[in-house]
């Protein structure tokens, strides 16, 4: 049924930077068509304000590049984003003790909506992968290529890095965007 799903003009699913948005091959990649498919069934419930989960390594690169997280995020997306840590990851920060107390104080904001974690195990990337896999309605922010690489295999979750002092997204689709100029 889902891959009955009229087809959709090819959205930037893999957003190549240089690539514009309209330079559409004329026959996408199965996989990638499949992919945008799904992301429009699932994931109307992607869109501003951005719920932004975020990893370990996100907070510990932004902190090195002096990066605001929430002002960051909006910088990218031009919209309002919540950025949002589960249990796991806090645990992560925690263990990695003394030299991480400002990526905990940063994690510790108010503007950072915790997500309570009931499932067995710590490991901060299953967590992040199954969370992302049962509820479509994340971004994951995270500059761990190994979990990057674990998203990407998952339809319809974009995911936002740090790319020369700055955050960028992949695999939002235009439609996504509040009409924000997109690089
Ligand atoms: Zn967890």
């Known amino acids: 049924m889902l891959l009955s ?3 959709i ?3 930037h699913p893999s957003s ?3 690539a514009h948005p ?3 091959p004329s026959r996408p990649f199965r996989s990638e068509a499949t992919a945008s498919s799904l992301f429009f069934k699932h994931n109307s419930a992607l869109g501003p304000p951005y719920n932004v989960l975020v990893d370990t390594n996100f907070i510990n690169f932004s902190i090195k590049n002096k990066m605001d997280l929430v002002k960051g995020m909006m910088d990218c997306l031009y919209a309002q984003c919540v950025p949002h840590i589960t249990d796991c990851v806090m645990a992560e920060l925690e263990k990695l ?3 991480y107390r400002v990526a905990l104080r940063v994690a510790k904001d ?3 909506v915790r997500l ?3 499932h ?3 490991y901060a990337d299953d967590c992040i992968c199954e969370r992302v896999r049962q509820h479509k309605c994340y971004i994951v922010a995270t500059c761990d290529t190994d979990l990057k690489r674990r998203i990407r295999k998952i339809p319809g979750v974009p995911i936002m890095f740090l790319q020369q002092h700055r955050y960028t997204v992949e695999r939002l689709p235009e439609a996504a965007v509040g009409g924000a100029p997109r690089q």
């Open 110 to 112: 108010p503007r950072f």
């Open 22 to 24: 309209l330079s559409i």
């Open 120 to 122: 067995p195990g710590t």
């Open 5 to 7: 799903f009229p087809a």
């Open 9 to 11: 003009p090819q959205l």
């Open 116 to 118: 309570p974690c009931t």
């Open 97 to 99: 003790g003394q030299k």
């Open 16 to 18: 190549v930077p240089s």
